[in-house]
């Protein structure tokens, strides 16, 4: 028997833990501001209703009917098909290769969770503390020696399986998340910058939202999600088949996306208390904030439930793609658990390595559009293998798949949400895929706006 989830609260918990990430708190805030706030928030929430939201179905659909590990699902559903029924590595390659740099990136957020407790920001110059980071990028040893530590951070939480390693974890992990975000953003509304990041988050201002912006929307949307990297057709695949997928996908993408606010409300305030302009990225959370976290009332506190949230919401992220991993090697391999976690992440921990070194020893490799290696890894999968995986998976769904078997799997009793079968039927058939083919060939440059 395959293992499952405890129930409902566990697996909505490991999905939104997959689904927030970094991209919440350092993307999805700065992506709002540049492009018009409100105006932009309510395209978003468009862009998940018709593209991401339906593509999770999906992926809950395919999992959880096939039981399976993710290239097993695609072989299990569609044998028949010489193409179809390969899909699986591709979100399997994504998921290993996204995991190794995330790793890095995540690394990162552990070191900086080290400098806040020792207070390293408090009293210090603005610029020693924006080269921090410098420093810690060029360090080898050091970047080696927070990816040791995320990777077996995963390692042990996914090795201790489904019910009692990754729900266990995430029932930690986001809890606390959510109350740290709540009590941050709490404080920030307090601060002379709050009406300065309200208005930056919230105001619509349609002058400012292109129709860049509005791919910018559907792309996130996709990614925010995690889907095309096989997690959550690997965790929909311990789902109880009781379980109702509409309900628990729209809450799911509901969290997704208050999380994002949220995170922006708790950032933007602050930044602006002390005069500084936002940026995206690496740069706002390693440079801008340790800044902010070092001139402001109870600054080394914050920095210190900074960095936890942050961690945390790396980690759950990347726990989710080392599962898609090591159900592969379970399923497919036949390996137990304890060996398929451990080679898995032995497996990304090397693979991982380049990407460590990339602004020290191996600063001089640049594969893709003199970019390092760490970044060319991202250009790949951001803009090719996750929205090629999307484009697939939407059409997969929607005209390969057979009916019935997406009918049953939302349909529970044959009868309930039929309603909604019809209105994602459509959307998966007709609108998802078009939205991720523009977003795909805007990003190669082959649409130029
Ligand atoms: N949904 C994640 C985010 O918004 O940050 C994307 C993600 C990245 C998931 C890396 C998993 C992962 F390891």
Known sequence: MRNHWSGRL?????????AVGLGNIWKFPYITGMNGGGAFVLVYLVAILACGLPILM???IVGRHAQKDVVGSFRELTPQSAFWKHL??????????????YGVVAGWTLDYLFKALCGAFAGQEPEAIAGMFGALVSDPVRQLISLTLFMGLCLLAVIGGIKDGIERWNKVLMPTLFVLLIVMAGYALTTSGATAGLKFMLYPDFSKLTINGVLEAIGHSFFTLSL???AMITYASYMDKKEPIYPVSIRIAFLDTLVAIIAGLAIFPIVFSVGME??????????????VFATIPMGSILAVLFFILLAFAALSSAISLLEVLTAFMIDEKKFNRRKATIWMTIAVYLTGIPSALSYSLLAQVKPIKNMEILDSLDYLASNFM????????A??????LEKKISR??????????LLIFNIWYFTIRYIAPVAVLLVFLTKIGIIKL
């Not at 929205?387 to 697939?392: S, V």
């Not at 059409?395 to 390969?400: C, D, F, L, N």
């Open 58 to 60: 999906a992926e809950f």
């Open 386 to 393: 996750l929205p090629i995986g999307g484009l697939l998976i």
């Open 88 to 101: 699986g590595w591709l979100n399997l390659a994504a998921s290993f290769i996204i995991l190794s740099y």
């Open 395 to 400: 059409i997969y769904a929607g005209h390969i």
């Open 408 to 417: 049953a799997e939302i349909c529970e009793d044959g009868r309930s949400f």
């Open 10 to 18: 566990g697996f909505i918990l490991a999905a939104v833990g997959s």
């Open 228 to 230: 095309a990297m096989g």
């Open 278 to 291: 936002p940026g995206a990225g690496p740069g706002l959370i390693f440079k801008t904030l340790p800044q």
